[in-house]
Structures are given as C-alpha cells and as structure tokens.
C-alpha cells in the first residue's frame, strides 16, 4: 500500500506540473504567425502554408530594398521552433532548394518582435536592379509540419536608403535560443561559392518531452500457489495506474492538447538607430 500512495503520489505531481493549454494550430491563423514586418510579405493561406517555397502565394508587389545594410523585422504572434531565414536570386522560385541560409537557425522564438541583419547582397554577387525572394520556414511548436512565406524586393543603392514603412527592429521576445553554426540549417552556398549539402548539422527540436517510466514493484513478501501477495497485487496495480496515465498524458502532448513549460532566456534588445513610438516600442521610422 505504501508503494501504491508513493505512485500515485508522483503521478498527480507528474499531472499538476503539466500546463493544460491547447496548442496553435496553422488554423488559428489569417496571417502568418510569423510574418516579415520588414520588408512587406506575400500573403497567406493556412489551407496552403505547408507548399513549398512560398505557402502557395505568387509573387505579386516587389519592394525596393538596400543591397547592403538592410534589416529582416519579423512578427510573431505565437511559439515557433526551428525559425530560418532564406533568400534566392530567383525572382519566382519553384523550389525550396533554390534558397540559401546565411544565418543561424532560431531553435525557440515566442511571440513579439525579432530583427536581425539581412544578407549583404551585394557580397553574394547581386548587383543594383537585380531581385530576389526572401524566405521563413518555421515550425508551430510541437507540430512537425514545416511552413512558408515569402518576401520580394528589388535591390537599389543603399547610400541614403529609407524605408518608406514604418516597423519594430528589437528583439521583444520572452523566448530566444539560437542554434549554434554546427547545429544550424545549411543550404545553397558558402561565401566561397561552393554548393553544400542541403542540410548540415541538424535543426533539432527544443521542446520538452514527457516520458513516463513503469515503475517495477518488487515484493518483499513470497507467493504462494499460482496467487500474488497483497503487497505484489497492490504494487503491479499501481504501475499500471502510472504508465496508463503516462500513456494518456504522451497522447495528449503529442496531439497538441498539452504544452510543457520551457525556461526563458533574457530579452534581448537592439536599440541601435532606433526611436521611441508613442507605444513605448522603439522603431524604425518611415520616410516618404
């Protein structure tokens, strides 16, 4: 019986330490739930956001955008998981292996603001007038299905470049956890123009995992004939207790019903060349 109250004792911990919140769904979404603030995207449509290269958005309005010095705002409006961000030379691309990385994979963001550098296109061997398409594939968390969007711009000369828009460029995030280069999605090709793999090193997953372990009863006292002691009976009954609400708990994780807690990183902010809205949030300015 002490066995049996030990068991059950640690699984109603187990069950109380579990965050009961449903997970995002693509679903959920009119817009993407990470979108480019900076520069202006595709649209979107959760019924095609899992068409590769673009979420089965064409190409439509181009923005013009600086060969060099630029900046990638995103938005997110919910937890994401294996975040990347790509460009191409093609101004309508086809296929998802017409992109290239040039940064780090964003193992974790949550909702808020990210900003980071866009490439120096004019070092990848783009000139002034040429176009390009950027790139997010990202993951809702605890889904497996990766999803896409788009940006177009056509590169113009930077000196003296502003952006007619007004947008967020701060990392506003509870979450950030960035992979390191070797943990890092790597496609298309190195500064040296040498063609890599399509993926080098792994995008893995950070999000919790539950796994319930049987607990095995061990008897102090013998059996007699074909029957189980009380003590026997009582501990098997336990562990079974435990591993049927195990079983329960995974199923639910994994069909997203459940969320697990994860630790939060600090808050990084980029508060260079930026000025302060009437909301508080700094950002970039827009000019005519």
């Not at 940006?151 to 930077?158: H, K, P, Q, S, T």
């Not at 995030?173 to 390191?180: F, N, R």
């Not at 399509?198 to 919790?208: N, V």
């Not at 009976?233 to 994780?253: K, N």
Request: with cysteine; proline share 4%.
């Amino acid at each position: 019986m002490l066995l049996q109250a030990v068991l059950l004792a640690a699984a109603t911990s187990i069950a109380t330490a579990i965050s009961v919140t449903r997970r995002a769904a693509i679903t959920d979404f009119t817009t993407s739930p990470v979108a480019f603030a900076w520069p202006p995207p595709r649209g979107f449509s959760s019924s095609n956001a899992t068409d590769a290269p673009c979420g089965g958005i064409p190409s439509a309005n181009r923005t013009s955008y600086p060969i060099a010095g630029g900046d990638i705002a995103l938005v997110q409006q919910t937890d994401l998981d294996n975040v990347n961000i790509l460009y191409t030379n093609l101004t309508d691309p086809t296929r998802f292996h017409a992109f290239s990385t040039y940064s780090d994979t964003i193992l974790n963001i949550s909702a808020g603001h990210f900003c980071q550098d866009a490439p120096d296109f004019g070092n990848l061997g783009f000139q002034v007038g040429d176009n390009a398409t950027l790139l997010i594939i990202y993951q809702l968390e605890g889904v497996q299905e990766y999803y896409y969007h788009c940006a177009d711009i056509n590169l113009v000369d930077a000196t003296g470049f502003a952006s007619p828009v007004e947008y967020v460029c701060g990392n506003y995030t509870s979450t950030l956890d960035i992979a390191s280069d070797d943990e890092s999605l790597h496609l298309g090709e190195d500064s040296a123009g040498n063609a890599s793999p399509s993926q080098e090193g792994t995008t893995s997953s950070t999000s919790s995992e539950f796994s319930g372990a049987a607990a095995t009863a061990s008897p102090t006292s013998s059996t007699s004939g074909d029957g189980l002691s009380a003590a026997a009976g009582g501990g098997i009954g336990a562990a079974v207790t435990l591993v049927l609400l195990a079983l329960i708990i995974g199923g639910a994780y994994y069909a997203g019903w459940i969320g697990f807690g994860r630790k939060r990183s600090g808050v990084a902010l980029d508060t260079s060349s930026l000025s302060s809205s009437s909301a508080g949030i700094t950002t970039k300015q827009a000019h005519a």
